[in-house]
């Protein structure tokens, strides 16, 4: 934990990674990865009677970004699920805590926090996904509200979240600034999940469907047109935050590799006195660093109220990167074991996967940092 005494964080921030390390041991306990659904409610539930959420929502000052991260990657150490019961609450709130009107915000966000909702933010179509302005999921204005009508796929809590935050094609304008944002109940009529999704590192995850799905004006979010400059801004808070999950992942599998490596015997001595694995360790142990460095920069930008646009872009491409490396290797070093079934470092391999393709792939962050380069 040597990272924390870095000068990105202030004594709060050691407090709560501290904090979070002691419960963790104490009350995560063992996460059953068999039933998603019921080990997502479950985990939400605790995170909220822990008071883990409360960083998850803004209560008036904002998003620590730091706090964020550091939890993230926290969660994400001791259990794949754990960090992504959190970061949901997270990112399918997001939209409410950045333009939620004060009706919006007090329905929704103090039971996000308390963990007695799921939240779910639904931006991807079948047919687009890394082109976000290609969506045609339409809101069409009728009468004092809207109809929604259209599909939204790769939806995590998709299936057992309590609102989804839906961004559909509301017609202001061609392209991105034709789009708006709005609120959906789950029980909504006309709306139901068309299918759940089976990935390779199960999480609750669903393809949603609008049939002629009426809801208020009141349910929209910020201002008509401006659903799409609302999705990136949200993506923004919690990009760097994948990024610290992906850290916590590869944190993991480095320290499991080291174990390893100390106590396999081999060739009459152990794997670790081999000039190769440590050329490995020393390796995984770069790309862990430079991520943790990326990381904490950009959350302590944000936190700073700069923009961070390439920062964050540079932070996901070089840990969520640098993790499936390390992960990778983590995997060589146990030999057979490393794709045992049950053992650690064979579900990091599944969890760490999706990382490098969702809220934005890898490719998509090159983009973003070469066009703020050239800028
Ligand atoms: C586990 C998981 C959870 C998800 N959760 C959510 C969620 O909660 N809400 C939500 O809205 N979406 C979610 N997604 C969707 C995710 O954001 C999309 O999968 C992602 O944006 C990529 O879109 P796509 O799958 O349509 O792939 P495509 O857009 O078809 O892209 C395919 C590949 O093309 C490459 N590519 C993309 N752009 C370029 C480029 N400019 N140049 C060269 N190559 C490029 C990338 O390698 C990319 O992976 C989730 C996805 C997964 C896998």
Redesign the pocket.
Same mark, same amino acid.
């Given at each position: 934990m040597d990272f924390l005494n870095w000068p990105f964080f202030e004594d709060h921030h050691r407090k709560l990674a501290a904090g979070l390390e002691s419960w963790c041991v104490a009350q995560l306990g063992h996460v059953d990865h068999d039933d998603v659904d019921a080990s997502c409610k479950k985990l939400v539930r605790q995170l909220g009677e822990g008071g883990w959420l409360n960083y998850t929502v803004d209560q008036g000052r904002g998003i620590d970004t730091r706090a964020i991260c550091l939890l993230r990657e926290t969660l994400a150490r001791h259990d794949g699920l754990a960090d992504f019961a959190f970061a949901m609450q997270g #990112?399918g709130s997001g939209a409410i805590s950045l333009v939620g009107a004060p009706e919006q915000r007090a329905r929704y966000l103090p039971k996000v926090a308390a963990g007695e909702w799921l939240a779910?933010?639904? #931006?991807?179509e079948p047919e687009a996904?890394?082109?976000v302005a290609a969506m045609r999921c339409a809101a069409t204005a009728e009468g004092d509200g809207y109809v929604l009508n259209g599909e939204?796929t790769?939806?995590?809590n998709g299936g057992i979240a309590d609102f989804y935050v839906v961004f559909a094609r509301s017609g202001e304008a061609p392209g991105s600034r034709g789009i708006s944002a709005f609120v959906v109940d789950a029980d909504t009529p006309g709306f139901e999940i068309a299918e759940r999704i089976d990935?390779v590192a199960a999480?609750p995850?669903a393809r949603l469907r609008f049939s002629n799905c009426r809801i208020s004006a009141a349910q929209r979010l910020g201002n008509a047109g401006e659903g799409f400059k609302l999705a990136m801004r949200t993506l923004d808070i919690f990009r760097t935050s994948v990024a610290a999950a992906a850290l916590g992942f590869a944190r993991r599998a480095q320290a499991e590799a080291l174990a390893h490596a100390k106590s396999r015997a081999m060739f009459g001595a152990t794997l670790s006195s081999l000039p190769l694995a440590q050329a490995k360790l020393a390796e995984m142990a770069c790309d862990v660093d430079s991520a943790a460095l990326l990381v904490y920069r950009a959350a302590w930008a944000r936190d700073q109220g700069r923009t961070v646009t390439k920062e964050a872009a540079m932070a996901k491409l070089v840990a969520t990167e640098g993790a499936q490396r390390v992960v990778d290797a983590a995997v060589q070093m146990f030999g057979g074991r490393g794709v045992r079934r049950g053992e650690i470092v064979e579900s990091l391999y599944r969890e760490v996967r999706?990382l490098r393709?969702?809220?934005?792939?890898?490719?998509?962050q090159q983009?973003i940092i070469g066009r703020e380069l050239l800028k």
């Open positions: #990112l779910a933010f639904a #931006l991807s996904g890394s082109d939204k790769w939806i995590s990935v999480h995850l999706a393709i969702y809220e934005g792939a890898s490719e998509v983009l």
